[in-house]
Nanobody, 124 residues
Framework: QVQLVESGGGLVQAGASLRLSCAASGLTFSRFAMGWFRQSPGKEREFVASISRNDGRTYYADSVKGRFTISRDNAENAVWLQMNSLKPEDTAVYYC?????????????????WGQGTQVTVSS
């Protein structure tokens, strides 16, 4: 079955960096766009970043643009989220997701598979 396993979360101070990883298995990775979403207590899950399946197109939420970078390696079945200049408002559970087809969706309903999430906590 399809598995998406996130790692790399943790507790850091404001201004620090973290790199989240997502390892995918059970799917033809190169046929899926990949995305990162996050959810903090009392809030809806929100889009963070996405990357298309082959041509490397990327999209970012305005709140993370210039600070976060999404990347992928189809040979390794992996996607990463490099997070720099972290802020307390970045605190959330971060989820990796996979979407069939073209493009790089920014809407969660387009995603077919989800990981369990990894907690990121940024202290002030």
């Amino acid at each position: 079955q399809v598995q998406l396993v996130e790692s790399g979360g943790g507790l850091v101070q404001a201004g620090a960096s973290l790199r989240l990883s997502c390892a995918a298995s059970g799917l033809t990775f190169s046929r899926f766009a990949m995305g990162w979403f996050r959810q903090s207590p009392g809030k809806e899950r929100e889009f963070v970043a996405s990357i298309s399946r082959n041509d490397g197109r990327t999209y970012y939420a305005d709140s993370v643009k210039g600070r976060f970078t999404i990347s992928r390696d189809n040979a390794e079945n992996a996607v990463w989220l490099q997070m720099n200049s972290l802020k307390p408002e970045d605190t959330a559970v971060y989820y990796c997701a996979a979407a069939r087809g073209m493009g790089a969706p920014m809407t969660s309903s387009f995603y077919d598979y989800w990981g369990q999430g990894t907690q990121v906590t940024v202290s002030s």
